[in-house]
């Protein structure tokens, strides 16, 4: 029987010209879609085909979201003339488990649970990876070693629709919770594929799982975020992550500049890690766009690459803007979660930025990140207000994040681009008053260090000190 492309013989002749090629739908990974003239391998890139009459309305077939493009050679992992290697393939995991890299020793923290604490980081800086090899003192809350995928189903429900990546296609996909899990249990796999995004806040399952104490301290979203905002509550404080043996996430910075946490529950994680220099963010920027991209391993460009295994019972802390890429070399239950905070808010910015200038697609991004940082410079300037009526001074890394905030609330509020960020400015905030004064904030901390003894102008005499320091227009607005 010859191709047809507007019916396929397992569904019907073709009405709207548009068939799920998804497994658990009509047309399963064995049969392809070569009955409408598709080839297999094509059709595992097809999330929506389109007949060729009804591209004439709905546009081309719609392809799944691909995570980045195939190597067609990795000059990192393979160098021999000819061969072809693509991210994710079972020869791509061979070979980068035969490789050595520097240990991640030579520059992670590895404080107690009970000594990572705010003071901690604002003393050391949470500038570097922290390993907590028990979780003893982190004042997290999890299930046992002993819970599984099937748990996991049964808190979370199996009808739940969840991203998966097919890792050897580097491709995102949609699936019933419970076909994944059944997937996972099954005795053998015709595919890799993991599961990193299941958010569960709002699922039973939240109920066993407390986030690391530190988290809930610093996280914006958990202290910052108004009750009555009209805008939706950004979910990405608990994920959980499933992942089979050979799965493999590629280099990435985590959305918004983002820190985050993850606890192996079970199995092994082994993350690759990229310190945010300028130059490593520079050399990430051009390697996330170029069109050679496929043929290069990044960890080879960067100025060091870090091995960071990550075992039963640990728990890893990643901060803001670290590049990283994540091989799972067994199965592995983890949780996990994404938090902003105050301690780098240049890093988060410089990272937001990264993503727009990479046009990253939406689902890839943190939810109304430009709403919560308004929210943060609203809080900031109380802050800045109230240290200054006590005649106390802020600590140095909130006066370099308010500077980086107010920056940025000027590039989006200048005309020619503001109706691209004003639906994310909430209706609480006024953006010229606030930053005008938060700039008049500032000025004032930098010009009352701590050195000056005269701690009476940091009060009410705030306004003539800078009149008679010849700083009366600090603060104007744009």
Request: aromatic share 10%.
């Amino acid at each position: 029987l010859a191709p047809d492309p507007t019916t396929c013989f397992l569904v019907y002749p073709c009405k709207l010209g548009r068939v799920p090629l998804r497994e658990g739908n009509w047309l399963q990974w064995g049969h392809g879609g070569s009955c409408v003239g598709v080839e297999e391998d094509a059709a595992a890139d097809i999330d929506l085909y389109h007949c060729p009459n009804c591209q004439l309305a709905h546009g081309p077939s719609v392809m799944k979201r691909r995570r980045g493009p195939q190597r067609q050679q990795d000059a990192g992992l393979s160098r021999e003339a000819g061969t072809t290697v693509r991210t994710g393939s079972a020869q791509f995991i061979k070979e980068l488990r035969a490789r050595t890299f520097p240990s991640a020793d030579e520059v992670i923290l590895k404080p107690s649970g009970a000594q990572l604490t705010v003071e901690f980081l604002e003393e050391n800086s949470f500038s570097v990876p922290i390993l907590v090899l028990k979780k003893e003192g982190l004042g997290m809350t999890l299930p046992p070693p002993s819970f599984t995928v099937r748990d996991i189903e049964h808190h979370v429900g199996p009808d739940r629709e969840i991203d998966v990546i097919d890792v050897s296609r580097q491709a995102d996909l949609r699936m019933r919770l419970g076909d994944f899990v059944s997937y996972f249990c099954a005795a053998r796999r015709d595919k890799v594929l993991n599961v990193i995004s299941l958010e569960f806040s709002e699922s039973r399952l939240s109920n066993l799982v407390e986030t690391p104490k530190i988290v809930r301290k610093l996280s914006w979203v958990e202290n910052l975020w108004p009750g009555e905002s009209v805008f939706e509550r950004p979910s990405v404080q608990k994920y959980c992550l499933m992942g089979t043996q050979g799965s493999y996430t590629d280099f990435h910075i985590d959305f918004g500049g983002t820190s985050v946490w993850y606890h192996v529950l079970w199995g092994e994680k082994i993350f690759y890690l990229v310190r945010p220099s300028p130059a490593n963010l520079a050399r990430f920027e051009a390697w996330s766009s170029s069109s050679n991209q496929s043929e290069t391993f990044f960890g080879d460009q960067a100025e060091h690459c870090y091995r960071c295994p990550l075992r039963q019972g640990q728990t890893l802390f990643i901060p803001t803007g670290w590049i990283h890429a994540v091989l799972t070399p067994v199965d592995c239950l983890a949780f996990g979660g994404n938090f902003l905070h105050s301690l780098n808010i240049e890093m988060q910015l410089k990272a937001y930025e990264i993503e727009k200038r990479l046009s990253t697609a939406d689902l890839f991004r943190f939810p109304n990140f430009e709403t919560i940082c308004w929210y943060v410079g609203k809080h900031l300037l109380d802050i800045f207000r109230g240290l200054r009526e006590n005649r106390r001074h802020p600590a140095t890394y909130l006066v370099h994040g308010a500077k980086a905030l107010n920056t940025a609330f000027r590039a989006w509020t200048r005309r020619e681009v503001l109706e691209e960020h004003e639906d994310e400015i909430p209706g609480t905030v006024r953006p010229a008053q606030l930053i005008k004064d938060l700039a008049k904030e500032i000025r004032l901390v930098e010009v009352l260090s701590p050195g000056i003894q005269d701690w009476a102008l940091w009060g009410a005499g705030a306004e003539a000190f800078l009149w008679q320091m010849g700083l009366e227009t600090v603060g104007r607005g744009p």
